[in-house]
């Protein structure tokens, strides 16, 4: 949210909820060219768009996040509804929803569980944009929840294949879908035409930094809506994956723990030229737990809220670095996504002002953005949240709010950035209310503290043990066996997980097999990581393919 006020008030709980992980192959109806067009249509009324524009506009005149979409209820059971299709391997469930006119469409089930050997594909009705398969790697197994990406149609199918061996029923309630109406399809014109694509050459300084910048989809009571957020490294250098965004970004009144489950954050959404208006390719992961929230930014704090993303990034990003000195930094940048729109960066050259924000305390950096060689970078609602970082590349503050626009004269283009060093101990001295016990668990007392890359890729599952699993041929061409040591009385998952730490092939082995023959005419070569989990046991080996 862009602001100039700040009038709500949050509340702070603490939840547990999950993240987004994916095996990236196609639905099992595609095998067998199943026809969508054969598959009974479920209509959802389309909202009272008049009704929609007469709330967006009393929203936004308090200066509340602006929304793209609104949620509608569905409540069915998935089973209760879907269309069967009975096949060697397994069932197929199948249910087709249209939302009409819809610019995207968003799932939120409030009840979710999926069995290993289940997989759960999302897709638009022309089989352009699939998401999935999602597995028994999704469950969350104390909230039940879960919730996806957009689609980017009016009409798109929920599917669910059930193995013929695995008698445990899936569970996957429709609890809601979002109807998303503005900022998604168009996202060329969701922010002013003066904004700066990231990847312009005002940002080849900084290309460590964006990696670390991300966009949240936010669920809240009226529906969902955009803020930024930064990924943040701390002082025990343990990839915890902490998101820092603003307060006023979480204006939910919900009471139940699993508000922050439903959230969605979108790495690498950004266009790769700097003249482009899309994402053509982004990584998203969904849930997270509250750490640390300024309950008191309404009237006198810096509005700051502080996330742990449920699962660790292993594609290839930036755990920025901090700092919470006081001296104010003389340039730098912010990176961020206004309306939700491709990564953006804005550009100042003249020393930050420490500021007052609506109280009396010295809680903000006052910035004054200036124009670059590709335009005049500014923030916008959806950029709330997100990072101010010095010339050195390290986050000094968090954007509440401010007058900068497209639109304003150059003098006016200036926005308000919560201090890391007000954020730091502050607000309050219980450990949810600082940034402290979080960023500095180590009690270093650190000032600063330089951003990290870590290792990216699949080596952040890899953990070599040679006596329990054997791949052969390796190198590989054209087929490679798997072979496990022993009987295993549990069934066994194979993963196979390519170099950006993506599972591109996965496979149950049932109780007491101990050996399969994978075919890899349709891998690429390179090297890839075989993964076996059974029980709570796990073994890994590097795999090498060469079909040349």
């Not at 915890?240 to 439903?262: G, M």
């Not at 003389?330 to 002002?353: C, E, F, M, R």
Request: charged share 20%; with cysteine.
């Amino acid at each position: 949210m862009k602001k100039t006020l700040i009038l709500m008030s949050c509340i702070l709980f603490t939840v547990v909820s999950f993240g987004q992980l994916r095996v990236e192959r196609q639905p099992r109806s595609f095998d067998i060219k199943t026809k969508v067009e054969t598959i009974p249509i479920i209509n959802i009324q389309k909202p009272d768009m008049q009704k929609i524009e007469k709330e967006d506009l009393e929203a936004e005149s308090m200066f509340k996040i602006r929304r793209f979409g609104v949620n509608l209820p569905v409540h069915s059971d998935l089973f209760n509804i879907s269309t069967q299709i009975k096949t060697a391997e397994g069932t197929i469930y199948i249910a087709r929803f249209v939302a009409e006119d819809a610019e995207a469409i968003t799932l939120y089930s409030d009840k979710l569980f999926i069995p290993e050997g289940g997989e759960l594909y999302l897709y638009t009705s022309d089989k352009a944009q699939v998401i999935g398969a999602f597995t028994s790697l999704n469950n969350n197994l104390e909230e039940k929840t879960f919730a996806t990406e957009l689609l980017f149609s009016d009409n798109i199918v929920i599917e669910y294949f059930q193995p013929e061996w695995q008698k445990e029923q899936a569970i996957i309630e429709v609890s809601e879908l979002c109807y998303a109406y503005r900022d998604v399809s168009d996202l060329n014109k969701a922010s002013g035409s003066c904004n700066v694509n990231v990847n312009c050459s005002e940002g080849d300084n900084w290309r460590q930094q964006q990696k670390g910048v991300c966009r949240i989809q936010l669920k809240f009571n009226s529906g969902t809506g955009w803020c930024s957020g930064t990924l943040m490294n701390n002082t025990s250098q343990d990839k915890k994956p902490y998101i820092l965004t603003a307060a006023h970004c979480v204006e939910s009144l919900s009471l139940t723990s699993s508000y922050f489950s439903y959230f969605v954050f979108y790495f690498d959404y950004e266009s790769a030229s700097c003249t482009g208006s899309s994402s053509t390719s982004y990584t998203t992961l969904t849930g997270c737990s509250l750490k640390a929230l300024d309950t008191s930014y309404s009237d006198k704090g810096s509005d700051f809220c502080l996330l742990l993303m449920h699962n660790t990034p292993t594609f290839n990003t930036y755990w920025c670095g901090w700092s919470r000195e006081t001296t104010a930094s003389q340039n730098g940048v912010g990176i961020h996504h206004p309306n939700g729109d491709i990564k953006k960066i804005s550009t100042y050259n003249t020393a930050l002002v420490s500021d007052t924000y609506q109280i009396n305390a010295q809680t903000h950096w006052k910035v004054l953005w200036k124009q670059t060689t590709n335009g005049y970078g500014v923030t916008e609602q959806g950029s709330s949240g997100s990072a101010l970082f010095n010339s050195n590349g390290l986050v000094v503050g968090t954007l509440s709010g401010g007058y900068s626009a497209c639109t304003v004269s150059n003098s006016q283009k200036t926005d308000w950035y919560g201090k890391m060093s007000y954020h730091w101990t502050s607000n309050g001295n219980a450990d949810n209310l600082q940034l402290k016990p979080w960023l500095d668990p180590a009690n270093t007392g650190a000032t600063t503290l330089n951003g990290n890359s870590f290792s990216a890729g699949f080596d952040t599952y890899y953990s070599d043990n040679s006596n329990s699993l054997f791949l052969y041929p390796n190198p590989a061409s054209q087929e490679v066996t798997i072979n496990l040591v022993s009987d295993s009385k549990e069934y066994a998952l194979i993963n196979i997980i390519n170099s950006q730490g993506k599972i591109v092939y996965t496979q149950f082995l049932q109780s007491n097999q101990i050996c399969t023959k994978i075919s890899l005419t349709n891998f690429t070569d390179g090297l890839y990581l075989v993964q076996i989990i059974s029980g709570n046991k796990r073994a890994t080996k590097k795999l090498i393919v060469n079909n040349k």
